[in-house]
């Protein structure tokens, strides 16, 4: 009899239970894999050295947010092909790691899924490249590391 697993517990009650009575300070967060067949939420993983005289550069996320938000929005609405993506409004969902040195944010889209490892690629190649192209000054604020098979990726818990 196959079982179906949530993470590293035999099934979604167990995780619930462990889940509800997980101690971390007030913050509840997880690291997920990402696997390469598998569907995602759309993802970044932004990272600014502070300080820094950057425009977007903040420890306030929501500030951050907005800034990103209206990147995202030029970028997509730049490209026909991707012309579905702008469409729908993007639902954000924000992990904080910063601190003084470092602004370091996990940004979620929970209203944007891709297929598969090679959907969410191919969108995360586009944007980077027409970062580099075409606004030069934001270039770097995105760790593409995350873009690659099997990956673990911190979320919200």
Not at 29 to 58: G, K
């Amino acid at each position: 009899v196959s079982q179906s697993r949530y993470g590293l517990e035999p099934d979604l009650d167990t995780f619930i239970q462990k889940y509800n009575n997980f101690e971390y300070g007030n913050i509840k967060f997880f690291y997920e894999m990402i696997q390469t067949n598998e569907p995602r939420f759309e993802y970044y993983d932004c990272d600014i050295e502070l300080p820094s005289t950057a425009i977007y550069a903040s420890t306030n996320p929501e500030y951050f947010l907005q800034y990103f938000e209206s990147l995202r929005n030029r970028f997509i609405r730049n490209n026909q092909a991707l012309k579905q993506f702008y469409d729908a409004k993007p639902v954000w969902r924000i992990t904080d790691a910063s601190n003084e040195k470092k602004m370091s944010l996990h940004i979620i889209n929970i209203n944007n899924v891709f297929i598969d490892f090679d959907e969410n690629k191919n969108f995360s190649d586009l944007f980077i490249d027409y970062i580099d192209t075409f606004e030069p000054e934001h270039k770097g604020i995105f760790d593409v590391s995350v873009y690659s098979r099997n990956r673990l990726f911190r979320c919200i818990g």
